[in-house]
């Protein structure tokens, strides 16, 4: 496996699996020899891998073996396979399941100690695949998580893709993604409350309390779904944190995987 770079004493290596025929790409960031414990981190709707990195280096320096990859159709520059108009939470938790999978294979990882980390879609998605595995998922990490995708599909407007809810159209939106139908279809008649309850590991949730896209209340309610939730609200910050914004949710992040150590 080819070196990308390494700085820092941080490794970067570049990894691929497959979710059914599709080819998942990402890169995993380590720090020392050795079975290291494992986190995935999942990137926001939109975007892809890059954006959450500087979080998958962070965690690199503390010790952790960090995957990020890009999910399939869920970007605009997504290196995975897969079509936009084919994506949905629910395709998305499949790719993490087929991540996870991957990285309980690789030699160099503590494959009793995985651990996720979402920002805003890929809070949910890692919310939900959590609820799945259980006690399989050793911490659970969610930045502004974006419980209210269900919701917004109920009312017909999804970021910019505004519909008739009872009259779904096959492509809700053409720009500047082209969603399909089953986007909105797979999270319509969700209970997001009564779906992540599942997970009963510790939980740390950080959101911001001006959080346009977000609002506030819906991580005020998960905090009081999940029995082992550490929560943070940062005062001022909008949906994707500001630099100063983003080093108070590091540092309560550092303090939470230091803390809740495995037992297994």
């Known amino acids: 496996m080819l070196t990308v770079y390494q700085a820092s004493s941080i490794v970067c290596q570049p990894f691929s699996c497959q979710r059914d025929n599709l080819t998942i790409r990402g890169h995993v960031f380590r720090k020392g020899s050795g ?14 891998q890059s954006t959450v990195r500087h979080y998958a280096e962070f965690l690199a320096n503390l010790g952790w073996a960090a995957f ?5 159709g869920g970007g605009l520059k997504s290196s ?12 998305e938790v499949e790719d993490l399941m087929s991540v996870i999978k991957y990285v309980k294979q690789r030699k160099d990882v503590d494959t ?3 651990s996720l980390m979402g920002c805003s879609q890929g809070g949910v998605v890692c919310a939900l695949t959590a609820a799945k595995l259980k ?3 050793e911490r659970l990490v969610l930045f502004y998580p974006a419980f209210c995708i269900p919701d917004d599909a109920r009312r017909g407007q ?4 505004k519909f008739d809810p009872a009259n779904i159209p096959p492509v809700v939106s053409r720009y500047p993604m082209k969603l399909g139908d089953v986007y909105v279809k797979a999270v319509i008649n969700m209970d997001i409350y009564e779906e992540i309850r599942g997970y009963e590991g510790p939980v740390l949730l950080v959101h911001g309390t001006k959080d346009k896209i977000v609002n506030i209340s819906y991580a005020r309610k998960a905090h009081e779904v999940y029995k082992q939730c550490e929560y943070l609200e940062v005062e001022g910050a909008g949906h994707k944190f500001s630099k100063e914004h983003d080093q108070i949710a590091m540092d309560t992040l550092k303090k939470f995987m230091a803390s809740n150590a495995s037992s297994k």
């Open 112 to 114: 009793e100690r995985i």
């Open 158 to 161: 999804m970021m910019f893709a």
């Open 80 to 91: 995975s396979d897969g079509e936009q108009v084919e994506m949905s939470v629910l395709t």
């Open 135 to 137: 006690s399989d998922i």
């Open 68 to 72: 990020t990859f890009d999910f399939c």
């Open 35 to 48: 079975h290291l414990p494992a986190i995935i981190v999942c990137h926001e709707f939109m975007a892809n």
